[in-house]
């Protein structure tokens, strides 16, 4: 299908494994992409300096970067430098789930979409090898798609975005499989909760256990750096 043929499509982008392969799906479903990024106070801006890359490097009409901060009400390793992010699988929610991260990205991501009348909103959940976070989940996806439908004129005008979240039942081989054939630079994204400034990963945390998995499953080389232990 020809790009742009279904229209504008926001897409959140992470600048990490799972955000660059649904840009580059949203690409060849044929939807001129706008790439979504949230500057949330997250304790490394590695991701955002890989987010603009990939959108760059993935065909996004564009891209912009909207700040939220979440580090002002804490309660995650990811948002306070206080907590340590684990280097071992825990049980149960781990620290690194940030409280409504999604809803409040996808909250964004809908009023963004409805100043493009966009007919899609694309966001990179995964509810197959995820970190047992809530809003990864598909009952979230549903519930957001309910609020989506009323919250908005769009919505209650019945031309509303519908919320893709495509690589929801997929592995993360499955991903990484997807991606390359979609011809997704992975040299370019940073998926480490703990990357430091150059983007180079700890090889530690549970983001850097399931992105180094999914690449060894897949059978594909892993472009990942990591930083000196």
């Known amino acids: 299908m020809n790009e742009s043929a279904r229209g504008p499509a926001v897409v959140l982008l992470s600048g990490g494994l799972d955000s660059a392969t649904v840009l580059a799906m949203a690409r060849a479903d044929g939807y001129l992409c706008h790439a979504l990024s949230i500057d949330y106070g997250q304790r490394h801006g590695a991701e955002l300096a ?32 206080s907590i340590d992010v684990p280097s071992s699988p825990s049980a149960g929610i781990p620290v690194t789930y940030v409280p409504a991260r999604n809803t409040v990205f996808l909250a964004i991501a809908l009023g963004y979409a ?17 970190s047992g976070y809530p809003d990864c989940r598909p009952a979230f996806i549903d519930a957001f798609q309910a609020l989506a439908d009323v919250a908005t004129k769009a919505g209650v005008e019945g031309q509303g975005p519908r919320i893709a ?38 090889g530690q945390c549970d983001a850097c256990r399931l992105r180094a998995e999914g690449f060894r499953v897949a059978g594909v080389a892993d472009p990942t750096v990591y930083f000196p232990a």
């Open 50 to 81: 890989a987010a603009a890359r990939v959108a760059a490097a993935g065909g996004a009409a564009s891209h912009r970067t909207v700040s939220v901060n979440l580090d002002a009400i804490g309660g995650s390793a990811l948002t306070d430098v």
């Open 114 to 130: 409805e100043v493009l009348a966009a007919s899609a909103i694309f966001v990179g959940v995964n509810a197959v090898d995820y």
């Open 165 to 202: 979240a495509p690589l929801l039942r997929l592995s993360k081989a499955d991903i990484v499989r997807r991606g390359q054939e979609l011809g997704v630079d992975y040299g370019l994204t940073v998926s480490c909760y703990n990357a430091d400034p150059q983007g180079r990963a700890c």
